[in-house]
């Protein structure tokens, strides 16, 4: 995009193949960033994060600043550099760019440079211009040059695991069906497919885009397209569809264990594991929500097993769900949750896949452990097992708090639950259900008439 023409300006777009940086106020000490034209700020520490593979566009207006810019020039210096030293000719940084010629595109100019072999860190990144008077002005702004990027493909979501404290989204769609799956695939592997991503630091960003068709069969345990992220680490805004994923302990859709934050993600496809095995997430041992989630896998693995989370041992769980069904040999096996361990709370969820095991089975939480809550949740599917078998909850140890939560009596196939309210399938489609439910923000319904189980529909997260 073309900056509108305006006094005492500099204009610097930093694409990312769409903009993501673009304005920067010249004419005084001070800077405005935005992203497709909205402004942004800086992180707490005053910088701006710019990933080594931007195309980098510098525009500079002639406006009405003295008797018009004669010289522009831009340095990038080290974070302990002054506006003063990088005006020298010996000046220690790297010139980025000096133009003595004017190169016009409506009263503005419009030059390239690039930072692709600058060593990611810490930088300031210094304009200087000249009119033709000798006059000068000049600003400077904080940047962290990161070594990461875009995805655009499977193979440049493997990458990952050579920096892992990259900052990542995705550019689009990607589908590593034949990459992971077919003999011929670059990361088919010996039909081990994709080598999840070990101990990741930093951020990906799915921007609303999907992975299709990712496969791991590996015989370790920490399996997921995210083996085992750090507490540092953000995954959020994407959806994996048709995933094949086989591991041992602690194996999920999209993460083996998390230990950071979580948020709009989902899974589609099929899971199977040892123990603490989910949908989208085998063990969570982040203090962060999961929030905004939901997973349609069907999950299979020997105990701790859920829908959404194998074992949920820290933070809260919220507006998630799952519809896949859950089954295993073993014990603690939940339709969103395995196990939910210690104050760890979950509100406004629900699944309504069949549950099937040996012990600890409930439509919702298959052992609901010390000090818990749950809330505004519900639970649908048919729940069979041997012992401990509940319509929402398998065992409820301690008499943990249940409040305003619900199962299908009818569709479950038993009105015992430890926690919570039986109701008929006629009941579950009635908002009176629901009484102290927020159905304007967070949940809504199409009621039923009161009399046949097959008009209306369950609630469902806005």
Request: net charge negative.
């Amino acid at each position: 995009m073309t900056p509108k023409k305006q006094m005492n300006y500099l204009a610097t777009e930093f694409e990312q193949y769409t903009p993501q940086f673009d304005l920067i106020k010249f004419g005084e000490l001070e800077d405005v960033i935005c992203i497709d034209g909205e402004p942004v700020e800086p992180d707490q520490d005053g910088y701006y994060h710019i990933n080594k593979n931007c195309s980098v566009k510098t525009y500079v207006c002639d406006g009405e600043y003295g008797s018009g810019i004669a010289r522009f020039e831009l340095w990038l210096g080290e974070p302990d550099d002054t506006p003063e030293k990088q005006g020298e000719e010996d000046n220690t940084g790297t010139r980025l760019y000096k133009n003595n010629e004017k190169h016009e595109l409506y009263n503005w100019y419009n030059f390239d440079w690039d930072i692709s072999d600058v060593k990611s860190g810490d930088y300031k990144v210094y304009a200087k211009a000249f009119d033709q008077a000798g006059n000068t002005k000049e600003t400077y702004i904080n940047v962290k040059i990161e070594a990461a990027g875009a995805i655009h493909n499977c193979l440049e979501l493997q990458a990952m695991k050579d920096n892992l404290s990259g900052n990542y989204w995705l550019a689009n769609d990607i589908d590593c069906t034949y990459c992971t799956q077919d003999p011929g695939g670059a990361l088919y592997n010996g039909g081990q497919g994709f080598d999840p991503i070990y101990f990741f630091t930093g951020t990906f960003d799915g921007k609303g885009h999907t992975i299709t068709g990712l496969k791991i069969n590996r015989s370790v345990a920490y399996v997921g397209l995210f083996g085992r992220p750090t507490n540092t680490s953000e995954i959020k805004n994407v959806g994996l569809i048709d995933v094949n994923i086989t591991g041992l302990t602690y194996t999920g859709g999209l993460v083996g264990t998390l230990g950071g934050k979580l948020k709009n993600c989902y899974t589609t496809g099929s899971v199977t594991g040892g123990g603490e095995v989910g949908g989208l997430v085998g063990r969570n041992w982040s203090s962060e929500d999961i929030e905004n989630c939901y997973s349609e896998c069907n999950v299979y693995g020997g105990g701790s097993v859920g829908g959404l989370v194998g074992m949920h041992i820290t933070g809260k769980i919220t507006s998630c769900y799952a519809t896949g069904n859950v089954s295993s040999a073993g014990g603690e096996i939940g339709g969103l949750v395995g196990t939910n361990w210690r104050y760890c709370p979950i509100t406004n969820c629900y699944a309504t896949g069949a549950v099937s095991g040996n012990s600890k089975l409930g439509g919702l939480i298959g052992s609901l452990c010390y000090d818990n809550t749950l809330e505004k949740c519900y639970s649908t599917g048919h729940v069979s097992g041997n012992q401990y078998v509940g319509g929402l909850i398998g065992l409820n140890y301690w008499n943990c708090p249940v409040n305003d939560s619900f199962w299908d009596t009818q569709i479950s196939g038993t009105s015992y639950s430890p926690g919570g309210i039986g109701k008929t399938t006629v009941e579950m489609k009635l908002k009176a259900t629901y009484t102290d439910w927020d159905f304007s923000s967070i949940w809504d319904i199409i009621e039923g008439d009161g009399i046949n189980p097959e008009t209306g529909t369950y609630p469902w997260l806005r």
